[in-house]
């Protein structure tokens, strides 16, 4: 193996998310065991600087690395130095693709925490043998989207085959509680996705398709229940709205269930939705969920009302929650499965912070130190060769005992 200079580096570490992942993972390693040689990257040397220099004695020796998200020369020379990457530079669909190529050149694993669908497939189709025969492996999709969903229903299937030696071929998750707020990159993301998909019928096909990530020869062919008005669920006995990460959501834990060769079963279902209570306010709550989702998206399509949108209304690029926010936000998650032969499970997964930003950040720490320490590359038996995972596939029970132990996240069967 070609000899690297650190273990991790942070690429886009001045970003909203990558400055709470750079704080968290400097205070991690202050008080933890594990110590890895690590350093942030992004382009701007003074804002690096800068934030190199917010963390105190915490960054006196983190060193700094430039790299420019469009300069290829620069990308490779920065995977030449390390075994891991974790990027935090989005919209991935507009950004990303340089910083895998330079990934799957040199070899380098790879973490990031897009929720763009239709730029994992690209990946995926484009890169996906370069990486295994680089031994590159490739992450997604390690934050809020998907790493609750998809550790969720791993979880979930592991206590369905404890308790009763078979897998949960129905799996619904709704979430119960979602606090926290938005940034300027995650809205950006999410409106650049809405445009693509306007612009293009066969990218509109690919997002409504769950099995959009999967190989082609993944065999399930189960007709999959796709939440998109307010509907009435009788296994939660509440009303339920459509939740916008279940797009992405949704289709990481099929291509979980696909890479793993179908250990959910190859007739297994799955969807997401919002809990918004019983009776006629949870039914109203419903309707107006869904009025407001419509509402965005209309808007959305439109790029003069998308622009005022992004300039008036809408958290800017580098901006989101508060700390105080990010302190006091949480998620609460169900999920129910069940049994081809009706046997049923329930369990919840839980973060003690705002899910997109707080949790995130640690949720993100976590995979990437997963793929620095629990999963390093000369390791005999991984099972884990070059290639595009899931957190679900890549990962193990380690991860979730990271996430439970340092990142405030617990699962529990209920």
């Known amino acids: 193996m070609t000899q690297t200079n650190y273990d991790l580096v942070v690429f886009g570490a001045t970003s909203f998310v990558g400055q709470i992942l750079t704080r968290y993972l400097a205070e ?9 040689s690590w350093a942030i990257a992004g382009r701007s040397q003074q804002k690096l600087q800068d934030l190199k220099s917010s963390l105190g004695t915490l960054g006196e020796s983190l060193p700094i690395l430039i790299a ?8 490779n020379a920065l995977c030449a130095q390390t075994r891991v990457v974790v990027s935090t530079v989005g919209p991935y669909a507009l950004y990303g693709e340089p910083l895998i190529q330079a990934c799957v050149t040199n070899g380098t694993d790879y973490c990031d925490l897009t929720g763009e669908t239709q730029w994992i497939k690209k990946m995926i189709e484009k890169y996906e043998s370069q990486a295994q ?4 492996r490739i992450v997604h999709c390690c934050g809020f989207d998907s790493v609750p969903s998809d550790m969720g229903v791993y979880y979930l299937q592991q206590q369905a085959q404890k308790q009763f030696n078979a897998p949960a071929t129905q799996v619904s998750m709704r979430v119960k509680t979602l606090k926290g707020g938005a940034s300027g990159g995650t809205v950006a993301s999410l409106i650049n996705v809405i445009q693509e998909a306007a612009a293009d019928p066969a990218l509109r096909k690919d997002l409504v398709n769950p099995y959009v990530l999967c190989p082609p020869d993944h065999g399930n062919s189960q007709r999959q229940i796709y939440i998109k008005t307010a509907k009435f669920d009788s296994d939660f006995n509440a009303w339920i709205a459509p939740f916008v990460m279940a797009a992405v959501n949704e289709r990481v834990v099929h291509r979980s269930n696909a890479l793993s060769g179908n250990a959910y079963g190859s007739n297994f279902s799955y969807n997401e939705a919002i809990l918004t209570g019983e009776g006629l ?3 109203f709550k419903a309707l107006g969920v869904v009025s407001g989702l419509g509402v965005f998206m209309l808007a959305a399509v439109s790029k003069p009302v998308s ?6 209304m809408l958290p800017k690029p580098g901006e989101g929650p508060t700390p105080e926010q990010q302190r006091t936000g949480r998620f609460d998650l169900r999920f129910i499965g069940k049994t081809e032969a009706g046997q049923t499970l329930k369990i919840k997964v ?15 720490g976590q995979a990437a130190l997963s793929l620095a320490i629990d999963h390093v590359k000369e390791a005999k038996n991984t099972g884990r060769a070059g290639g595009f995972w899931t957190p679900a596939t890549m990962f193990d029970d380690r991860f979730i005992q ?3 132990k340092h990142a405030g996240i617990a699962f529990q069967q209920l």
């Open 28 to 36: 991690y390693f202050s008080t933890q065991q594990e110590q890895l």
């Open 68 to 75: 420019d998200a469009s300069n290829q020369a620069e990308l």
């Open 133 to 136: 025969q680089s031994g590159a």
């Open 281 to 283: 306010k949870g039914r």
């Open 307 to 312: 622009q005022l949108m992004e300039r008036y």
């Open 350 to 364: 839980t973060g003690d912070r705002d899910p997109g930003y707080g949790s995130t950040g640690k949720m993100l």
């Open 402 to 404: 990271r996430l439970t």
